[in-house]
């Protein structure tokens, strides 16, 4: 079966760069999308077709698919954006996951 | 604007039965365009898809591979809202369990329900 797999967690400084990764086999040839979740609520879309951001997602999310590789960037990275991230492809008829990267702000 | 809406009991016992249903409004469960899915998320597993359905002139369904025995997944048009049932359930089947929509049937998930939290205790 298709996995995407994420590094566990991401440290970032306010105002910083912070990416976070997804790899999977050929996932370049997929479309890659983003979510964010903070404790007690449901997840947020935030990327959707690798690199598009639904609307009232601020400008500072953006994201690539290449390769093995999709990434999310969170650039000047603000306290609000500390959150739990997965990445997300369908492999046919099925949706898959990432494991989820805990993204700290300190 | 697209809302959904979640009920059903938190708390299971071993071998039973799972059972959540997810109200939509704004959008209709027959669409010919948008697909209803059910998804959980566990500290230990993080988010998974369990399965959707989707109407294109009938109705159809798909299911993970890891649930495709225990699973099912029902529309409901009069009501407007689809449902999940799970069969046989265990501790690991405890999890916040939520139901999304995918706009496209193979695009993302863009509005999702509220969560429920179920567990598998006796």
């Known amino acids: 079966s298709y996995e995407l797999t994420q590094p566990p967690s991401v440290s970032v400084s306010p105002g910083q760069t912070a990416s976070i990764t997804c790899s999977g086999d050929?996932?370049?040839?997929?479309?890659a999308y983003w979510y964010q979740q903070k404790p007690g609520q449901s997840p947020i879309l935030v990327i959707y077709q690798d690199n598009k951001r639904p609307s009232g997602i601020p400008e500072r999310f953006s994201g690539s698919n290449s390769g093995n590789t999709a990434t999310l960037t969170i650039s000047g990275t603000q306290a609000m954006d500390e959150a739990d991230y997965s990445c997300q492809a369908w492999d046919g008829s099925t949706a898959v996951f990432g494991g989820g990267t805990k993204l700290t702000v300190l | 604007q697209v809302q959904l809406q979640q009920s059903g009991p938190g708390l299971v016992k071993p071998s039973q039965t799972l059972s959540l249903t997810c109200v939509i409004s704004?959008?209709?469960?027959?669409?010919?365009?948008?697909?209803w899915n059910w998804i959980r998320r566990s500290p230990s597993r993080g988010l998974e898809w369990l399965g959707r359905?989707?109407?294109?002139?009938?109705?159809?369904?798909n299911y993970a591979v890891s649930m495709k025995s225990r699973i099912t997944i029902n529309p409901d048009t009069s009501k407007n809202q689809f449902s999940l049932q799970l069969n046989s359930v265990t501790p690991e089947d405890t999890a916040m369990y939520y139901c999304?929509?995918?706009?496209?049937?193979?695009?993302?998930?863009?509005?999702w329900g509220q969560g429920t939290l179920v567990t598998v205790s006796s």
């Open positions: 050929k996932l370049g040839d997929k479309y």
């Open positions: 999304a929509r995918d706009p496209a049937a193979g695009g993302p998930f863009d509005y």
């Open positions: 359905t989707y109407y294109r002139s009938k109705w159809f369904n």
């Open positions: 704004g959008d209709s469960v027959s669409s010919n365009t948008a697909a």
